[in-house]
Each structure stands twice: as C-alpha cells, then as structure tokens.
C-alpha cells in the first residue's frame, strides 16, 4: 500500500497521528443504503488482463479476488509491480530499505500465489516517486499491454487516489490504453480514507462491485496476513510501527471490491 506521499494530490490529507480517515462502519452504512451498484462482470472478449499495482500488496487489497476470477476463468492474467516497496518505513531501526524491498517482494509472491496468480512483473521504481518517472512508466506498462493483442483489459489504481504513486500509475495506464486501445479498469485504495461517503470528488456513478463468496472472502483475508511487514511492527521500535493496522484493513477487505468502469 504504500507509505505516505512525497507530495499532496487534491484529495490527500496524509495519515497523521490520531488520523483514522473515514470509518469502515460508515462505509458500510452507505453502501448498504444504495441502490446496488451494477456487478463487474468478466468481459466476453477479454482474452488478457494486466493488473497495475503501485506497491506491493495493493494488488491484493484492492483487487485480489477480481482479479483471480479473471484467471480462473482462463484469462491470461499478468500482475505488474511498479515499486519493491523499500519506502514504506524510512525511519526503521531495524530493517534497510533493501531489506525491506526483499521481504516485501516475497510478500507478494506469497500472496499471490495463494490467491490463484502468477509471480507479479517488477519494475524497480522508486518507491514514493513514481511519478517522477512518469515516461518509463508509461512506455513500460505500453509494452506489456501491447503484446496482449486484442481483448486486453487493464486494472489499475484510480488517477484521482490520493497516493502520488498510484496516481501516477492510474495516468500511465490511462495512456497506455490510449496508445494501444485496451480497456482501462481502474480501482481505488487510499481513497477509502480520505473520501467521504457520497464525496463529489469520487465517480461513484461509475462504481461497479465484485461480490465475495465466503471462500474468497477468507482466501484474500490469509493473501493479506502475509504482508507480515505491513500488517504488524516490525519492532516495538519507534518507525516500525505497522503500516497496515486493523482499521485500515477494514476498510480493505471487505465483502465487496470496487472498479471504477
């Protein structure tokens, strides 16, 4: 998921002390109070998906379960990581940020594996500066979406999400879509804490949701508690404290995915 921004995108207030964002239980009062937004299904003619993950672990926290019923479907699925997530605790005693990069790494391979995808695709920017590198992203994730051919869709964080990482992957998506004509699928991650239910800002018109099964409720559940090095201190150290505390994780994983489509 990331750690906190380098900059400040409309929408971000950043998580300070005592900052628990939006409550998961209001989240939930509100889409409860909806009329149900429309289902995503799997497209006819999507022959390969290409999901865009800023950091480690955001694959599965916003779209694990969607993007494993791609490829149990018979997608071709393709997990690109942006970042190695070194950043996620500058100020650790404990762990270098190649350390952490490598734990974090294995996270994610774990993770996916468990969840039914293939070991993601790495490419080694700099984490929390990603948009500093706009261009190679861009014309790197335009390579990979173009040797999909026909039917390629791609799911990537939402440009409008607060983090400048995903940010800028969202916009590097939206333009290799543009370049190469695939269909662009985006999802949001920090904007569940810094959004407010009904939040003009947000396209909720375009929402659509992925339904968890009991089984797939709890497969994403254990993908997630193996980001051991968000999900917990890494010491009782000051500057290890867990990136990934439980009310953040409640907000996460939840009964439903959302797209914005």
Same mark, same amino acid.
Do not use: N
């Given at each position: ?14 998580i ?40 480690? *672990? %955001?694959?599965?926290? $916003?779209?694990? +379960?969607? @993007? ?7 997608? &071709?699925?393709?997990? #690109? ?64 979406? *173009? %040797?999909?051919?026909? $039917?390629?869709? +791609?799911? @990537? ?7 400048? &990482?995903?940010?800028? #992957? ?9 370049a ?24 909720w ?9 009991d ?38 994983v ?8």
């Amino acid at each position: 998921m990331g750690e906190g921004p380098v900059s400040e995108p409309e929408g971000w207030a950043g998580i300070g002390p005592g900052d628990r964002g939006t409550p998961a239980t209001e989240w939930s009062r509100w889409l409860a109070g909806r009329v149900p937004d429309p289902v995503f299904p799997i497209p006819g003619r999507c022959r390969r998906l290409v999901v865009v993950a800023p950091h480690p *672990d %955001d694959e599965i926290l $916003g779209v694990g +379960v969607t @993007a494993s019923r791609f490829a149990a479907a018979g997608v &071709d699925v393709t997990v #690109v990581a942006v970042t190695d997530g070194d950043a996620s605790h500058p100020d650790s005693p404990t762990l270098s940020p190649h350390r952490l990069a490598e734990l974090r790494v294995e996270e994610s391979r774990t993770a996916c594996s468990l969840i039914g995808l293939p070991e993601p695709v790495r490419l080694g920017l700099p984490d929390g500066k990603v948009h500093e590198h706009l261009d190679t992203l861009t014309d790197a994730v335009t390579g990979i979406v *173009d %040797d999909g051919g026909p $039917g390629t869709l +791609v799911l @990537a964080t939402w440009r409008g999400d607060g983090h400048p &990482d995903h940010e800028a #992957v969202g916009q590097a998506a939206a333009d290799a879509c543009a370049a190469t004509g695939a269909g662009l699928v985006e999802y949001p991650v920090w904007t569940w804490h810094w959004a407010a239910p009904g939040d003009p800002r947000v396209p909720w018109g375009r929402r659509r949701r992925v339904v968890l099964t009991d089984a797939e409720l709890e497969a994403k559940r254990d993908a997630v508690s193996r980001f051991v090095t968000q999900v917990a201190p890494l010491s009782e150290s000051p500057g290890d404290e867990a990136i990934l505390p439980d009310w953040i994780l409640e907000r996460l994983v939840t009964r439903e995915e959302t797209v914005f489509w």
